[in-house]
């Protein structure tokens, strides 16, 4: 198996549905739906590691989209052959006459960098990587140079660990460090580790392992770059347990850089252990929060293949995002047209959600053949001007369905509206102004299209495409949503099945009802509205993981909705759903069916419909 680059011996990659199915099984193994786990670190204004880096997410462009790809022409010499001096420069030309204007600074390198065509390393005396000389026959100072010129910054890429190769018996010398071998840095039974497990675990219960990072880091230093991928960590990359706990080899890696003194942003991959965000936001400036976009196949990428995942897999780390530290949803792939792979519909969704995330925006694209339509999204500035200011990332406001609404609330008053429709059908899709916490009348400003849509009352409905997607921006004129509360654990409701009580820190009311599983039900009683009509519900709720509940009122045919990750079992967030109510006194129930549900902590109504 392998990430977003390394790909050791002979080409292979397990299917990311299958890393999936592993991830999802180890966390309904260790789920506790009625003991919520401690509250997650809040987001912090900067990371320890490299201040004044990342303030806002990186922009740029990344060689592995193409080197995975079996486009034609791509590779023509093997595998992963597209990485080159020549390529590169080529590239860096593209993104400085296309896209520097619009942001895009980042010319980042990714896996093979020291390996030749047939994938075989090279390392200098002191166990460290170094060019091959087929593909950077210059080295690479020369190239990060050549980069500079440009006035762009120059990325470089690493797997966590000692690479067995390098290990050489274990008599291979660490640089300035007297007495240090490379037997002096991994532990004595030469325990494998990363996603990958092509390299020995670093020990740092033993200096000279400190040491041996710390001469890499010299050594990009005086190479001059400025960006370093570190990829394979964990627990995350498909694999965890001690073993593959690389939490040490990020810490190391921060200090190491700090100790250059040269600013190089650190960004670590890939389908990092969510449990672990503290230490990723303490000593890294990004992480990759997902398996590979891309498809390995014939084009880049693929809608079914890893793009579509991110609806799903994106809310959970939503509120870890901001300046010093972004969630990656890896390459943005949208500007080639058919390399990309995509529908025109499917590629501004793809820009969108990477957008409305604070996603970094480095495109996997050839440059030198973006078509008008791709540029166009690669260098919208009221889409880009969203990505890059101080505006929130947004998140559902409605359940992860087919047809979804994500949002967040700006500084200056105004909304970020985002409409999806992710079936594989045209749909419409409302975005109903009560899930935003306000009534009455709002202006639409739709960013793609730099188009003023005029004042709607109440909510905006669009038609979309299969795979589509619209983006707003909406200020309102209305005035605010009252509701009425009623708490999930309130003596007055009806519990059935395993349903029960529990407490949570998170909860409005100290307490959530859990335990909704194989036919476990929970039944607001008595829930008042002046006047019938379909009213957005909104739920507050707590769940580790994706999870769906058929929702129902007054005994009336239910809706199955699926909610999306909070993240963890301590964190509380809301959707919103629209229930049919009649007026006077009903009931809404949250039925778990055949699986499980998410817990339940309160829902509010609003006063009116």
């Given at each position: 198996?392998?990430?977003?680059?390394?790909?050791?011996?002979?080409?292979?990659?397990?299917?990311?549905?299958?890393?999936?199915?592993?991830?999802?099984?180890?966390?309904?193994?260790?789920?506790?739906?009625?003991?919520?786990?401690?509250?997650?670190?809040?987001?912090?204004?900067?990371?320890?590691?490299?201040?004044?880096?990342?303030?806002?997410?990186?922009?740029?462009?990344?060689?592995?989209?193409?080197?995975?790809?079996?486009?034609?022409?791509?590779?023509?010499?093997?595998?992963?052959?597209?990485?080159?001096?020549?390529?590169?420069?080529?590239?860096?030309?593209?993104?400085?006459?296309?896209?520097?204007?619009?942001?895009?600074?980042?010319?980042?390198?990714?896996?093979?960098?020291?390996?030749?065509?047939?994938?075989?390393?090279?390392?200098?005396?002191?166990?460290?990587?170094?060019?091959?000389?087929?593909?950077?026959?210059?080295?690479?100072?020369?190239?990060?140079?050549?980069?500079?010129?440009?006035?762009?910054?120059?990325?470089?890429?690493?797997?966590?660990?000692?690479?067995?190769?390098?290990?050489?018996?274990?008599?291979?010398?660490?640089?300035?460090?007297?007495?240090?071998?490379?037997?002096?840095?991994?532990?004595?039974?030469?325990?494998?580790?990363?996603?990958?497990?092509?390299?020995?675990?670093?020990?740092?219960?033993?200096p000279c392992a400190q040491k041996y990072v710390d001469s890499?880091?010299?050594?990009?230093?005086?190479?001059?770059?400025?960006?370093?991928?570190?990829?394979?960590?964990?627990?995350?990359?498909?694999?965890?347990?001690?073993?593959?706990?690389?939490?040490?080899?990020?810490?190391?890696?921060?200090?190491?850089?700090?100790?250059?003194?040269?600013?190089?942003?650190?960004?670590?991959?890939?389908?990092?252990?969510?449990?672990?965000?503290?230490?990723?936001?303490?000593?890294?400036?990004?992480?990759?929060?997902?398996?590979?976009?891309?498809?390995?196949?014939?084009?880049?990428?693929?809608?079914?293949?890893?793009?579509?995942?991110?609806?799903?897999?994106?809310?959970?780390?939503?509120?870890?995002?901001?300046?010093?530290?972004?969630?990656?949803?890896?390459?943005?792939?949208?500007?080639?047209?058919?390399?990309?792979?995509?529908?025109?519909?499917?590629?501004?969704?793809?820009?969108?959600?990477?957008?409305?995330?604070?996603?970094?925006?480095?495109?996997?694209?050839?440059?030198?053949?973006?078509?008008?339509?791709?540029?166009?999204?690669?260098?919208?500035?009221?889409?880009?001007?969203?990505?890059?200011?101080?505006?929130?990332?947004?998140?559902?406001?409605?359940?992860?369905?087919?047809?979804?609404?994500?949002?967040?609330?700006?500084p200056d008053g105004t909304y970020t509206v985002a409409l999806?429709?992710?079936?594989?059908?045209?749909?419409?899709?409302?975005?109903?102004?009560?899930?935003?916490?306000?009534?009455?009348?709002?202006?639409?400003?739709?960013?793609?299209?730099?188009?003023?849509?005029?004042?709607?009352?109440?909510?905006?409905?669009?038609?979309?495409?299969?795979?589509?997607?619209?983006?707003?921006?909406?200020?309102?004129?209305?005035?605010?949503?009252?509701?009425?509360?009623?708490?999930?654990?309130?003596?007055?409701?009806?519990?059935?099945?395993?349903?029960?009580?529990?407490?949570?820190?998170?909860?409005?009311?100290?307490?959530?009802?859990?335990?909704?599983?194989?036919?476990?039900?929970?039944?607001?009683?008595?829930?008042?509205?002046?006047?019938?009509?379909?009213?957005?519900?909104?739920?507050?709720?707590?769940?580790?993981?994706?999870?769906?509940?058929?929702?129902?009122?007054?005994?009336n045919g239910a809706t199955r909705h699926k909610f999306p990750?909070?993240?963890?079992?301590?964190?509380?967030?809301?959707?919103?759903?629209?229930?049919?109510?009649?007026?006077?006194?009903?009931?809404?129930?949250?039925?778990?069916?055949?699986?499980?549900?998410?817990?339940?902590?309160?829902?509010?109504?609003?006063?009116?419909?």
């Open positions: 198996m392998r990430s977003s680059s390394y790909a050791p011996g002979t080409p292979g990659r397990r299917s990311r549905r299958s890393i999936r199915a592993v991830l999802v099984l180890a966390l309904t193994a260790a789920m506790a739906t009625t003991v919520p786990a401690a509250r997650a670190a809040a987001p912090t204004a900067d990371t320890e590691g490299a201040p004044g880096l990342a303030t806002k997410p990186y922009m740029g462009w990344s060689s592995w989209s193409m080197q995975s790809s079996k486009y034609p022409g791509l590779n023509p010499d093997g595998d992963y052959s597209y990485l080159t001096e020549r390529n590169v420069l080529k590239q860096t030309d593209a993104l400085a006459a296309k896209l520097k204007p619009y942001g895009y600074e980042y010319v980042n390198l990714d896996s093979g960098w020291w390996r030749d065509q047939d994938w075989k390393p090279g390392f200098d005396q002191y166990a460290r990587q170094k060019a091959d000389p087929g593909r950077f026959p210059r080295g690479m100072k020369a190239l990060a140079d050549d980069i500079h010129a440009k006035g762009l910054k120059a990325g470089i890429y690493l797997p966590v660990g000692l690479e067995k190769e390098a290990y050489g018996d274990g008599k291979v010398p660490i640089w300035n460090a007297e007495d240090c071998t490379t037997a002096d840095i991994v532990h004595d039974d030469l325990r494998t580790t990363n996603g990958w497990d092509s390299a020995y675990k670093l020990d740092f219960s033993r890499q880091a010299r050594l990009f230093a005086d190479w001059g770059y400025d960006f370093l991928k570190l990829d394979g960590v964990g627990p995350g990359s498909g694999k965890n347990g001690d073993q593959y706990d690389n939490v040490a080899d990020v810490a190391a890696w921060q200090r190491a850089i700090a100790a250059t003194g040269r600013p190089i942003h650190l960004e670590i991959s890939w389908s990092l252990d969510i449990g672990r965000i503290t230490d990723w936001k303490k000593y890294s400036n990004g992480w990759r929060i997902d398996t590979d976009v891309e498809c390995y196949c014939n084009t880049l990428v693929s809608w079914e293949n890893s793009v579509d995942d991110r609806w799903d897999d994106a809310p959970g780390w939503t509120r870890h995002a901001g300046p010093g530290g972004w969630n990656d949803l890896d390459s943005l792939d949208v500007g080639n047209g058919q390399m990309d792979g995509l529908s025109k519909a499917e590629r501004q969704s793809y820009a969108t959600l990477w957008a409305i995330a604070k996603s970094p925006l480095y495109t996997g694209d050839d440059l030198t053949r973006l078509d008008a339509y791709g540029l166009s999204l690669l260098t919208n500035r009221e889409v880009i001007a969203l990505n890059q200011g101080n505006t929130p990332p947004a998140r559902p406001v409605t359940p992860s369905d087919p047809q979804q609404v994500w949002a967040a609330k700006n999806f429709n992710l079936a594989d059908a045209p749909a419409a899709v409302t975005a109903d102004w009560t899930t935003l916490g306000f009534t009455g009348r709002a202006a639409v400003r739709d960013l793609w299209n730099h188009e003023n849509l005029g004042t709607f009352k109440n909510k905006v409905t669009q038609a979309l495409p299969a795979h589509g997607s619209r983006l707003f921006t909406v200020t309102p004129h209305g005035s605010a949503l009252t509701t009425t509360g009623y708490e999930a654990e309130s003596s007055a409701n009806t519990l059935s099945g395993n349903a029960s009580v529990a407490g949570c820190d998170a909860c409005s009311g100290g307490q959530k009802v859990g335990n909704l599983y194989v036919g476990g039900k929970l039944r607001f009683n008595d829930v008042t509205v002046a006047k019938a009509g379909t009213y957005w519900v909104k739920v507050a709720y707590v769940s580790g993981d994706a999870r769906s509940v058929d929702v129902s009122a007054n005994g990750s909070t993240g963890d079992w301590g964190t509380a967030e809301t959707v919103s759903v629209p229930v049919a109510l009649k007026a006077g006194a009903n009931t809404i129930t949250f039925d778990s069916g055949s699986g499980y549900a998410p817990d339940i902590d309160r829902i509010d109504v609003p006063k009116s419909s």
